[in-house]
């Protein structure tokens, strides 16, 4: 019973998170995939690196994808404070394949990549916390209305979760981009000089990055 309970509050804490996400234009589970790979990097890079574990698994995947080495890069542009000599470390553990890659053509990078399979666990675990959110009444109708938008990759992904009202989601969804569309149209409207007198809503401003992230 006290491990329910535990349980319980864990989840109060975790669908909080995409509470948060209301207000952010954007997917709340790519957002918070991301943002789950970012911490991963930055516990690798301040205190993990070391861990042979993760050395063997940085190998045996033969490095990181290229997606994911970018995203190394960006983060430790971002924090200078986690040096580089981590990534010195990890990366120089690859040279043995590097090297034997150059002599057989055709060696494979970051086909096993690590943070590939961290980045799926999260977004199985977003996937399902956002159905949890979803069978929230008062949490439906707050995602309705807000700014944020679950993208296309993970609407066609949400039908694959068990349990999941899916189509009360699709009908949110649709109305969400009727509601873009016009939006857009209103943009485009008032750009012409005979009606540029009207103002535009901060939504009509910002429905193309709304509809950019969704399709992303
Ligand atoms: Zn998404
Ligand atoms: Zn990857």
Redesign the pocket.
């Known amino acids: 019973m006290f491990g329910k309970k535990t349980q319980n509050y864990k989840n109060e804490y975790l669908i909080g998170q995409i509470d948060e996400k209301m207000n952010v234009i954007g997917?709340p589970?790519?957002s918070l995939t991301d943002k789950a790979v970012h911490d991963y990097i930055d516990a690798l890079f301040y205190e993990n690196v070391n861990d042979p574990v993760e050395r063997t698994n940085f190998v045996k995947g033969h490095g990181f994808c290229p997606k994911h080495l970018k995203m190394v890069e960006n983060h430790l542009n971002a924090h200078p404070e986690l040096g580089i000599l981590g990534v010195n470390i990890l990366y120089h553990d690859l040279f043995n394949y590097i090297e034997k890659s150059l002599d057989e053509i055709g060696g494979k990078f970051g086909d096993g990549c690590e943070l590939c399979k961290i980045e799926k666990k999260a977004e199985q675990r977003y996937l399902e916390l956002f159905s949890e959110f979803f069978s929230f009444p008062d949490r439906r109708e707050k995602y309705a209305q807000s700014v944020s938008m679950?993208?296309l990759?993970?609407t066609y992904m949400l039908r694959e979760i068990k349990g999941f009202e899916f189509n009360a989601f699709l009908k949110i969804q649709k109305e969400k981009l009727a509601r873009l569309k016009k939006d857009m149209e209103e943009f485009i409207r008032k750009s012409d000089y005979r009606f540029s007198h009207e103002t535009l809503t901060p939504m009509e401003g910002q429905a193309w990055k709304m509809l950019s992230k969704f399709l992303e």
Do not use: K
Request: glycine share 0%.
């Open positions: 997917c589970i790519c679950v993208c990759r993970h």
